[in-house]
């Protein structure tokens, strides 16, 4: 089982939907990652997070340490979302960062 | 301005072959990785470095040598080839370990 597990694993939304992306991890923490990859390839760093929520543009991200859970949420889908989504943690015995399998999403318009 | 520049983008060769991905930043940041992302899109950390000493090495075979000469760059030698080399490689850095990321936009590497 991996330390780190993202549900779902595709997702189809339509346009303007809201979204949600969970990550469950298994490991202690100090911090967790929330990327986007996109079709080309590049990898995005959207969050970083210890504790709480943070927020950017349409994006939020939320942490409950105690749960080992944290969700990222897409408000007003748009088609440019569409994307893989890869929660990753710090932490674990070799205090390295563990990514998650991802998220695909496509938003369709 | 690039922030973390891979190169080369796509990389072909034979089995057998020894080749060198070089990667650069210039965020300032002390920290420098190298992340293997095969077919199923799945990353894994192969190497981390600060400030020029290793201090993650994953069970990695031996034909892959990292190699940082300062703490901007930390390239990646891989001798002879095999097909399951063939991967997308990216290369990260960050101020501090487990701190913001920024990654390079990844070589693909296909070995035939």
């Known amino acids: 089982k991996n330390e780190v597990e993202q549900s779902p694993q595709n997702l189809t939304a339509q346009e303007g939907e809201f979204i949600t992306i969970n990550c469950s991890y298994s490991?202690?923490?100090?911090?967790l990652h929330w990327l986007q990859q996109h079709p080309g390839g590049g990898i995005v760093s959207l969050f970083m997070l210890s504790s709480g929520k943070k927020k950017h543009g349409r994006l939020i991200a939320t942490i409950n340490i105690q749960e080992k859970h944290s969700s990222l949420h897409i408000t007003a889908s748009h088609p440019r979302d569409s994307a893989v989504y890869i929660c990753?943690?710090?932490?674990?015995?070799?205090?390295?960062?563990?990514f998650g399998t991802g998220t695909l999403l496509a938003v369709q318009p | 301005d690039t922030a973390v520049s891979q190169t080369p983008k796509y990389l072909v060769t034979q089995m057998g072959n020894d080749k060198s991905i070089k990667c650069e930043q210039n965020?300032?940041?002390?920290?420098m990785y190298w992340y293997k992302q095969d077919s199923k899109k799945f990353l894994k950390i192969m190497f981390s470095y600060n400030n020029k000493e290793l201090i993650i090495n994953e069970t990695v075979p031996n034909r892959f040598s990292p190699k940082s000469p300062d703490k901007a760059h930390l390239n990646l030698h891989i001798n002879s080839l095999e097909l399951g080399d063939s991967a997308v490689y990216f290369c990260?850095?960050?101020?501090?370990?487990?701190?913001?990321?920024?990654f390079g936009s990844g070589t693909r590497l296909t070995v035939v």
């Open positions: 965020l300032g940041h002390d920290t």
């Open positions: 490991v202690g923490i100090s911090a």
């Open positions: 990753a943690v710090h932490g674990g015995a070799t205090n390295k960062l563990i």
């Open positions: 990260a850095s960050s101020l501090g370990q487990g701190n913001g990321y920024t």
